[in-house]
């Protein structure tokens, strides 16, 4: 009999992903920006100590922690290699023809030996909302809400949290536009791609879903 492998959900910190907002387990919200990226090795000397110094002025107007984190992906070259072979269908030409078909397999051999690799930056947000306290046991068990009350004083904490953790979406965005850096928070399409990304890193990215920030993505 073959081993039941158990869920990758089982070992995933995620409850679920609604509306941008990653929930988790043991309570909690996150939101993922993609950050646009600065060729900081084309700045003169003066604009890197300015670009350091507000960065720095950035992180000490924060009074609550943030991730920063760097994901580089092998790029997916079928769909290039698809339009490419479209464009070879609908030439005339035997010569151009042949010149286009050579050339699909130089980016196929050249892809095989130098992976094109992109690199993406994020940066999450938390924002973690207190606990509700236990229960607490023998005869004070009376004084403990109804289970409709606790599940609307749920959903009000929630979305109490939520405002919060969207004021500091919106406090880190603005800190990283004054550093010339755009934020873009993650849609839950983004998120799924960006999980499928991180928990297969031998693979080229998953065609069909793409990260649609405002990512500087450079090659290696």
């Known amino acids: 009999m073959d081993r039941m492998i158990p869920a990758t959900q089982q070992f995933v910190d ?3 992903v609604k509306d941008g ?18 060729n900081f090795d084309l700045k003169s000397e003066e604009e890197r100590e300015i670009i350091l110094r507000s960065y720095q002025a950035f992180l000490n107007t924060l009074d609550f922690s943030v991730q920063f984190f ?4 092998k790029v997916n070259v079928s769909s290039y290699l698809r339009q490419i072979e479209e464009r070879r269908a609908e030439e005339e030409n035997e010569l151009l023809k042949i010149q286009i078909e050579d050339y699909m397999n130089f980016i196929r051999s050249f892809v095989e030996e130098n992976p094109i690799v992109t690199k993406s930056f994020f940066v999450v947000v938390p924002y973690d909302a207190a606990a509700f306290a236990s229960p607490t046991k023998g005869f004070m068990n009376i004084f403990r809400p109804s289970p409709t009350k606790a599940k609307t004083d749920e959903r009000i904490e929630d979305q109490k949290a939520l405002l919060q953790l969207e004021a500091r979406v919106d406090e880190v965005s603005s800190g990283l536009q004054g550093i010339g850096l755009h934020a873009h928070p993650l849609d839950d399409d983004e998120i799924a791609e960006l999980f499928y990304n991180l928990y297969n890193p031998e693979l080229i990215e998953k065609e069909g879903f793409a990260i649609a920030g405002p990512n500087t993505n450079d090659t290696n």
């Open 14 to 16: 995620v409850k679920d």
């Open 70 to 73: 760097i994901h580089s992906r």
């Open 21 to 38: 907002v990653i929930r988790l387990k043991r309570g909690g919200f996150r939101r993922v920006l993609a950050v646009s990226g600065i």
